[in-house]
């Protein structure tokens, strides 16, 4: 069964960082693209970084371009979201996605 398992969100001050992670499994992890998306309350879902399969090609929203980057460790089927300078806008529940699959989420919330 594919799963999808987040984890390392948290409470954090403006500027800070977090790294948040998703473990993988159920599936050819190597061979799949993984998306990162995040949804405040009242809003919908929107991607914020996309990688290929091997790690070779990223895209980010223009809203954490150059503060957050998404990077992957096949060997462990997972899957990082280093995320610096955050800003209180940043604030939102982190989804970890593969194709039509979801992990739970992690809550991450930037405030002073």
């Known amino acids: 069964q594919?799963?999808?398992?987040?984890?390392g969100g948290g409470l954090v001050e403006p500027g800070g960082s977090l790294?948040?992670?998703?473990?993988?499994?159920?599936f050819t992890f190597s061979s799949s693209s993984m998306t990162?998306?995040?949804q405040a309350p009242g809003k919908e879902r929107e991607l914020v970084?996309?990688?290929?399969?091997?790690?070779g090609s990223t895209n980010y929203a223009?809203?954490?371009?150059?503060?957050?980057?998404i990077s992957r460790d096949n060997s462990r089927s997972m899957?990082?979201?280093q995320m610096n300078?955050?800003?209180?806008?940043?604030?939102a529940v982190y989804y970890c996605r593969r194709?039509?699959?979801?992990?739970?989420g992690t809550q991450v919330t930037v405030s002073s």
């Open 99 to 104: 194709l039509t699959y979801w992990g739970q």
């Open 62 to 69: 223009d809203s954490v371009k150059g503060r957050f980057t």
């Open 2 to 7: 594919v799963q999808l398992v987040e984890s």
């Open 36 to 38: 990162w998306f995040r």
């Open 85 to 91: 300078s955050l800003k209180p806008e940043d604030t």
């Open 19 to 26: 790294r948040p992670s998703c473990a993988a499994s159920g």
């Open 49 to 55: 970084a996309y990688i290929n399969a091997v790690g």
């Open 79 to 81: 899957v990082y979201l």
